[in-house]
T-cell receptor, first 113, second 113 residues
Framework: GENVEQHPSTLSVQEGDSAVIKCTYS??????FPWYKQELGKRPQLIID?????GEKKDQRIAVTLNKTAKHFSLHITETQPEDSAVYFC????????????FGSGTQLTVLP | EAQVTQNPRYLITVTGKKLTVTCSQN?????MSWYRQDPGLGLRQIYY???????DKGDVPEGYKVSRKEKRNFPLILESPSPNQTSLYFC????????????FGPGTRLTVT
């Protein structure tokens, strides 16, 4: 089955700096890669996703890049703000399977004022 | 309002006492899943369902049962809970087969003593 590894497990940045979280996946059949944000005590929520036919996707201060050859994808947050502090999860799935998502272990991002 | 609900939100129980955590969605989604969240391990899938009466095991199904008798409901059953099932549980639903946003419930914090 799919295995998703996520690094780093914790990340602290100064407000205004950029943050990068990296994930690797094992199953070459995976073709959908979402990122979820979980604020303290709340449920995970989708913030951005990318499909394997696209190399990069941006949404305001958030971007995701995908390298299918290396089986690697990353989340980039620019101009970080205190409200970006949360746990971020990457995930991967094969849309030909009903199995839904395999998640990474999460990254605790802290944005220091 | 589109939502996924879970009950109870918090539960403390003793080893061996059967319990059920309910999950309901009002979005007419075909796909539903149960995850458990443990520190450093991310979200791990327990069971998933593709439609009424169609369920399958995820990564960590041991000690759990599910049923899908109605499209909107997907209860999680622990017939003989053990302390290693102490965790935060999330139900989720989605309209897409392996893609698209997973809508998570608010979570159920379970403690087994």
């Amino acid at each position: 089955g799919e295995n998703v590894e996520q690094h780093p497990s914790t990340l602290s940045v100064q407000e205004g700096d950029s943050a990068v979280i990296k994930c690797t996946y094992s199953d070459s059949a995976s073709n959908y890669f979402p990122w979820y944000k979980q604020e303290l005590g709340k449920r995970p929520q989708l913030i951005i996703d990318i499909r394997s036919n696209v190399g990069e996707k941006k949404d305001q201060r958030i971007a995701v890049t995908l390298n299918k050859t290396a089986k690697h994808f990353s989340l980039h947050i620019t101009e970080t703000q205190p409200e970006d502090s949360a746990v971020y999860f990457c995930a991967a799935s094969d849309t030909g399977s009903a199995r839904q998502l395999t998640f990474g272990s999460g990254t605790q991002l802290t944005v220091l004022p | 309002e589109a939502q996924v609900t879970q009950n109870p939100r918090y539960l403390i129980t003793v080893t061996g006492k059967k319990l059920t955590v309910t999950c309901s969605q009002n979005m007419n989604h075909e796909y539903m899943s149960w995850y458990r969240q443990d520190p450093g391990l991310g979200l791990r899938q327990i069971y998933y369902s593709m439609n009424v009466e169609v369920t399958d095991k995820g990564d960590v199904p041991e000690g759990y049962k599910v049923s899908r008798k109605e499209k909107r409901n997907f209860p999680l059953i622990l017939e003989s809970p053990s302390p290693n099932q102490t965790s935060l549980y999330f139900c989720a639903s989605s309209s897409g087969r392996g893609e698209g946003e997973q809508y998570f419930g608010p979570g159920t914090r379970l403690t087994v003593t």
